[in-house]
């Protein structure tokens, strides 16, 4: 008998051979395959910011709204009635534009507008924590350049990181507007205003004539296509991340009448013959900006382009009646309907001015932060007439409110990039 079992203990130590050899071979696949994983997300310190970008971010635009297998523009807002929800900021921030401040102009829905939450289809978008973005940017400036919209993004996010850490500085780097420091972690952010990107101001004829006036031009609005306007021309050497924006103004008729006030282009110094319209315009402020921002950023900026924010004007332009009064966000059907090209509405810039900076973009490494279909909803979320306005402002957006999103975004994005402080 105890032949006998030796013998059985002789064959399961045999028979467990192959299965520890598969076993000690799995493991250090894995290891292997762990250790090559890790070198790809986990930067270097050699690495700058902008090499990670570059490894991480060539792709094509359309794409630009998914992280992983997450599509964040794919999705739906819900709405949070949770009675302890609590708003990561209220309308006492002192830096929230008078007109974008629809608690304190009692809007009738201003309480709701920020219990409203995107919900991606295939993931969660949640909201930042302030604290740790704090800890994890301290040392570093980050500025928004563009128009007002991303001025309320900007406030936003000031907003949201004042409620954590009030030891601030108020200053103007680099040409900004306005910029606060976050005494406690060292972190700047800044807003660099400009409409155009490029470098613009009024022309008038020469009594010596011209090219253009050999046209007949006797006035408009001289824009250079190659020459940053100076609010931001030094922002991409002093900044560590930038998110710019542009279009509302190209797209501006009571601004740049094509007739009384057109856009003359001019590069190097000299009238572009025959004159360009608006879109094309843009595609080389677009082409030229790009290429300045590449040229003159310190090493390892991290550069973003936030898509187009929508207007929803109904009935008719700021200027012709047009108003937004809804108070909930809009159906699927009801987006199309204001924003689909075909329709050719009055809300039209927003898809046509996209369309033009997927297509500059392609091939740069600047990373596209895609507002634009979840903001398309939100016709509720605009100050409308609160504040006793004039006429309706449906562009601008009530804080708090949904740029709080666009933030959680755009945090999450730089989470994406992985560079560790």
């Given at each position: 008998?105890?032949?006998?079992?030796?013998?059985?203990?002789?064959?399961?130590k045999?028979?467990?051979l192959?299965?520890?050899?598969l076993?000690?071979?799995?493991?250090?696949?894995l290891?292997?395959?762990?250790?090559?994983?890790?070198?790809?997300?986990?930067?270097?310190?050699?690495?700058?910011?902008?090499?990670?970008?570059?490894?991480?971010?060539?792709?094509?635009?359309?794409?630009s709204?998914?992280?992983?297998?997450?599509?964040?523009?794919?999705?739906?807002?819900?709405?949070?009635?949770?009675?302890?929800?609590?708003?990561?900021?209220?309308?006492?921030?002192?830096?929230?534009?008078?007109?974008?401040?629809?608690?304190?102009?009692?809007?009738?829905?201003?309480?709701?507008?920020?219990?409203?939450?995107?919900?991606?289809?295939?993931?969660?978008?949640q909201?930042?924590?302030?604290?740790?973005?704090?800890?994890?940017?301290?040392?570093?400036?980050?500025?928004?350049?563009?128009?007002?919209?991303?001025?309320?993004?900007?406030?936003?996010?000031?907003?949201?990181?004042?409620?954590?850490?009030s030891?601030?500085?108020?200053?103007?780097?680099?040409?900004?507007?306005?910029?606060?420091?976050?005494?406690?972690?060292?972190?700047?952010?800044?807003?660099?205003?400009?409409?155009?990107?490029?470098?613009?101001?009024?022309?008038?004829?020469?009594?010596?004539?011209?090219?253009?006036?050999?046209?007949?031009?006797?006035?408009?609005?001289?824009?250079?296509?190659?020459?940053?306007?100076?609010?931001?021309?030094?922002?991409?050497?002093?900044?560590?991340?930038?998110?710019?924006?542009?279009?509302?103004w190209?797209?501006?008729?009571s601004?740049?009448?094509?007739?009384?006030?057109?856009?003359?282009?001019?590069?190097?110094?000299q009238?572009?013959?025959?004159?360009?319209?608006?879109?094309?315009?843009?595609?080389?402020?677009?082409?030229?900006?790009?290429?300045y921002?590449?040229?003159?950023?310190?090493?390892?900026?991290?550069?973003?382009?936030?898509?187009?924010?929508?207007?929803?004007?109904?009935?008719?332009?700021?200027?012709?009646?047009?108003?937004?009064?809804?108070?909930?966000?809009?159906?699927?059907?009801?987006?199309?309907?204001?924003?689909?090209?075909?329709?050719?509405?009055?809300?039209?810039?927003?898809?046509?001015?996209?369309?033009?900076?997927?297509?500059a973009?392609?091939?740069?490494?600047?990373?596209?932060?895609?507002?634009?279909?979840?903001?398309?909803?939100?016709?509720?979320?605009?100050?409308?007439?609160?504040?006793?306005?004039k006429?309706?402002?449906?562009?601008h957006?009530?804080?708090?409110?949904?740029?709080?999103?666009?933030?959680?975004?755009?945090?999450?994005?730089?989470?994406?990039?992985?560079?560790?402080?």
């Amino acid at each position: 008998m105890a032949t006998t079992g030796h013998h059985q203990n002789q064959t399961k130590k045999i028979s467990l051979l192959p299965l520890l050899s598969l076993l000690i071979f799995a493991s250090i696949f894995l290891a292997l395959s762990l250790s090559s994983k890790a070198s790809i997300s986990s930067p270097s310190s050699s690495q700058s910011f902008n090499q990670i970008l570059q490894l991480k971010n060539r792709s094509d635009p359309a794409e630009s709204s998914r992280l992983g297998s997450c599509n964040f523009s794919d999705g739906k807002w819900i709405y949070d009635s949770n009675s302890r929800f609590k708003p990561r900021y209220d309308g006492s921030c002192k830096e929230i534009f008078k007109g974008w401040n629809c608690l304190l102009n009692y809007k009738s829905n201003a309480a709701d507008i920020a219990k409203w939450r995107w919900k991606p289809n295939d993931c969660n978008l949640q909201p930042f924590d302030p604290v740790k973005f704090l800890q994890t940017y301290r040392d570093s400036n980050i500025g928004f350049v563009g128009d007002s919209l991303n001025r309320n993004m900007f406030v936003s996010l000031f907003c949201i990181l004042k409620r954590v850490s009030s030891e601030v500085k108020k200053w103007r780097p680099a040409g900004a507007d306005r910029g606060f420091t976050f005494l406690q972690y060292n972190l700047t952010i800044a807003y660099h205003r400009t409409n155009l990107l490029a470098r613009y101001g009024r022309w008038s004829a020469n009594a010596n004539g011209g090219k253009l006036e050999a046209l007949g031009y006797k006035e408009g609005y001289r824009v250079d296509v190659d020459v940053p306007e100076g609010t931001w021309a030094k922002a991409p050497s002093f900044h560590d991340i930038l998110i710019f924006n542009t279009g509302h103004w190209w797209w501006a008729p009571s601004k740049f009448d094509p007739v009384k006030s057109p856009m003359l282009f001019f590069e190097t110094d000299q009238p572009i013959i025959p004159p360009l319209p608006p879109d094309v315009g843009l595609d080389m402020v677009l082409k030229h900006m790009i290429q300045y921002v590449e040229k003159t950023a310190r090493p390892g900026l991290i550069k973003l382009f936030r898509t187009q924010s929508p207007r929803h004007f109904e009935g008719g332009d700021w200027d012709q009646g047009g108003s937004c009064k809804r108070l909930q966000p809009l159906s699927s059907e009801q987006v199309e309907e204001l924003f689909s090209l075909e329709n050719n509405g009055t809300n039209i810039e927003t898809r046509l001015v996209n369309q033009h900076l997927f297509e500059a973009l392609k091939g740069s490494d600047f990373r596209i932060l895609d507002i634009t279909h979840m903001s398309e909803f939100r016709a509720d979320a605009h100050p409308s007439m609160a504040g006793g306005k004039k006429h309706d402002d449906c562009m601008h957006w009530c804080l708090p409110g949904i740029t709080d999103t666009w933030n959680d975004l755009f945090v999450t994005l730089l989470n994406d990039i992985e560079v560790k402080t």
